[in-house]
Nanobody, 120 residues
Framework: QVQLVESGGGLVQPGGSLRLSCAAS????????MSWYRQAPGKERELVAS????????NYVDSVKGRFTISRDDAKYTVYLQMNSLKPEDTAVYYC?????????????WGQGTQVTVSS
């Protein structure tokens, strides 16, 4: 069965760092684009960062550019989000997402979410 298992969330001070990991299983990881989403209190879920398959094209939401880094290790079936210089507004539940368009059909999977809290 398909699984996306997240880890690395927690409570940090402003300016601190966290590294989130998402371990995938049950699907052809290398064929999927991987993303991190977050949902902050009172806000809609937003796309934070994404990384495609093969050519590894990377995109970030403007608010995290220069602070967050997404990467993937296909041999380990894992995607990472390195978060530096964290701000209180980064506080959210962070979700791992896998998505693939295959000739007319979307395949999309979600992790359970991991809490990131940035507070002094």
């Amino acid at each position: 069965q398909v699984q996306l298992v997240e880890s690395g969330g927690g409570l940090v001070q402003p300016g601190g760092s966290l590294r989130l990991s998402c371990a995938a299983s049950g699907f052809t990881f290398s064929r999927f684009g991987m993303s991190w989403y977050r949902q902050a209190p009172g806000k809609e879920r937003e796309l934070v960062a994404s990384i495609t398959n093969s050519v590894s094209r990377i995109n970030y939401v403007d608010s995290v550019k220069g602070r967050f880094t997404i990467s993937r290790d296909d041999a380990k079936y894992t995607v990472y989000l390195q978060m530096n210089s964290l701000k209180p507004e980064d506080t959210a539940v962070y979700y791992c997402n896998a998505k693939r368009w295959l000739w007319g059909t979307w395949y999309e999977y979600w992790g359970q979410g991991t809490q990131v809290t940035v507070s002094s």
